[in-house]
T-cell receptor
Framework: AQKVTQAQTEISVVEKEDVTLDCVYE???????LFWYKQPPSGELVFLIR??????QNEISGRYSWNFQKSTSSFNFTITASQVVDSAVYFC??????????????FGEGTQLTVNP | DVKVTQSSRYLVKRTGEKVFLECVQD?????MFWYRQDPGLGLRLIYF???????EKGDIPEGYSVSREKKERFSLILESASTNQTSMYLC????????????????FGPGTRLTVT
C-alpha cells in the first residue's frame, strides 16, 4: 500500500522568509504521480503541481519550486519570499496508475503554514 | 473553469439521523470522489465512482454509502449518523485519464462541515 508522510504539522514564518514543506512517499509501483494542493481558509483545495515518476526535473513557478528526488522518495515544496496570502494548509498526494483511470489520491497529513506580517 | 459544488457548507445533525451530502460538477467528468478531512489525518477516501451507477470503496467506507444516478451528481449517505462522523467532507471530480494523457488533476468542492450531536 502507498503512503505519504508530511512530518511538519505546523510551520510559522515571518513574511519574506523562504520556507520548505517536506513530503516523503512510499510505493512499490514504478509509475505514479505526485501532487501538491493548497487549502486556504475558504476550504477548497487548489491544485498546484503534478509530477510523474519518470520526470525528476525540478520545477519553478514564480515564488514556488518543487524538488523531486526518487532516491530519497521525496517531493519537497519551497516558497521563496513568503507572503501572508501563502498562509494555508498544504497537502502532498500520490496517485498510482490503475485500471480505472488511476486518479485515486493518497494524501499526506497536511502542513499548516502561517506567514506572519 | 471547473466547478464542483456541495449542497451545504455547514450541517448539524443528530445521532441516528440519515444524512445526505450532495455534490455536483459541471465539467462532464467521469470520476467523482468523497473524502473526509480530519486534523492530523489529512484527507481519506471514502468512496469513488468512475461512471454512472458505478462505485468503489475507498479506504474508510464503513458507515457510508453513495449514489450516482447521473454523471454530474454524486451523493454521500450516512445511513445512521454517529458522533465519530463529525468531520469536514470534501467532494472532488476528475476527467478519465492516464499517466500518459496527463488528465489527472482532481477538482475539489468547498467542503461540508458536518457536526453530529
Amino acid at each position: 500500500a502507498q503512503k505519504v508522510t508530511q512530518a511538519q504539522t505546523e510551520i510559522s514564518v515571518v513574511e519574506k522568509e523562504d520556507v520548505t514543506l517536506d513530503c516523503v512517499y512510499e510505493t512499490r509501483d514504478t509509475t505514479y504521480y505526485l501532487f501538491w494542493y493548497k487549502q486556504p481558509p475558504s476550504g477548497e483545495l487548489v491544485f498546484l503541481i503534478r509530477r510523474n515518476s519518470f520526470d525528476e526535473q525540478n520545477e519553478i513557478s514564480g515564488r514556488y519550486s518543487w524538488n523531486f528526488q526518487k532516491s530519497t522518495s521525496s517531493f519537497n515544496f519551497t516558497i521563496t519570499a513568503s507572503q501572508v496570502v501563502d498562509s494555508a494548509v498544504y497537502f502532498c498526494a500520490l496517485s498510482l496508475e490503475g485500471e480505472t483511470s488511476g486518479s485515486r489520491l493518497t494524501f499526506g497529513e497536511g502542513t499548516q503554514l502561517t506567514v506572519n506580517p | 473553469d471547473v466547478k464542483v459544488t456541495q449542497s451545504s457548507r455547514y450541517l448539524v445533525k443528530r445521532t441516528g439521523e440519515k444524512v445526505f451530502l450532495e455534490c455536483v460538477q459541471d465539467m462532464d467528468h467521469e470520476n467523482m470522489f468523497w473524502y473526509r478531512q480530519d486534523p492530523g489525518l489529512g484527507l481519506r477516501l471514502i468512496y469513488f465512482s468512475y461512471d454512472v451507477k458505478m462505485k468503489e470503496k475507498g479506504d474508510i467506507p464503513e458507515g457510508y454509502s453513495v449514489s450516482r444516478e447521473k454523471k454530474e451528481r454524486f451523493s454521500l449517505i450516512l445511513e445512521s449518523a454517529s458522533t465519530n462522523q463529525t468531520s469536514m467532507y470534501l467532494c472532488a471530480s476528475s476527467p478519465w485519464g492516464t499517466v500518459t494523457s496527463g488528465r489527472y488533476e482532481q477538482y475539489f468542492g468547498p467542503g461540508t462541515r458536518l457536526t453530529v450531536t
